[in-house]
């Protein structure tokens, strides 16, 4: 699930502010936030930050897309608990008879 895991480096880039915080959270190395961060603005064709050699700034774009993919990563994780709970959870009827 590469896109999902560029989707979600993306959110924390924006929410942390900086490609060295998301790492933090996510637990892998700036370079490979970075690396993901390259990889979705070329599937997606677009610029989702303004990068200079101090500090980084989303674009007006990236703000709407950012919108839209943390709606769907929240959905996601919600979705991915409703079924890990239904894996973990017994159901169903029990018989015993002596």
Same mark, same amino acid.
Do not use: P, W
């Given at each position: 699930?590469? @896109?999902?895991?560029?989707?979600? *480096?993306?959110?924390?880039?924006?929410?942390?502010?900086? +490609?060295? /915080?998301?790492?933090?959270?996510? @637990?892998? !190395?700036? /370079?490979? =936030? #970075?690396?993901?961060?390259?990889?979705?603005?070329?599937?997606?064709?677009? !610029?989702? +930050?303004?990068? #200079?050699?101090?500090?980084?700034?989303? !674009? =007006?774009? /990236?703000?709407?897309?950012?919108?839209? +993919?943390? !709606? /769907?990563?929240? &959905? +996601? @994780?919600? *979705?991915?608990?409703? *079924?890990?709970?239904?894996? @973990? &959870?017994? #159901?169903? &009827?029990? #018989?015993?008879? &002596?």
């Amino acid at each position: 699930m590469k @896109n999902l895991d560029d989707i979600e *480096a993306f959110v924390r880039v924006v929410e942390c502010g900086d +490609f060295t /915080g998301a790492a933090r959270v996510m @637990n892998v !190395t700036d /370079g490979a =936030v #970075s690396k993901q961060i390259k990889r979705l603005e070329q599937s997606l064709c677009i !610029t989702l +930050f303004e990068r #200079s050699t101090r500090k980084i700034r989303v !674009t =007006v774009a /990236g703000l709407e897309i950012y919108e839209h +993919f943390k !709606t /769907g990563l929240e &959905s +996601f @994780n919600q *979705a991915k608990l409703i *079924a890990e709970h239904g894996l @973990n &959870s017994l #159901s169903g &009827s029990i #018989s015993i008879s &002596s």
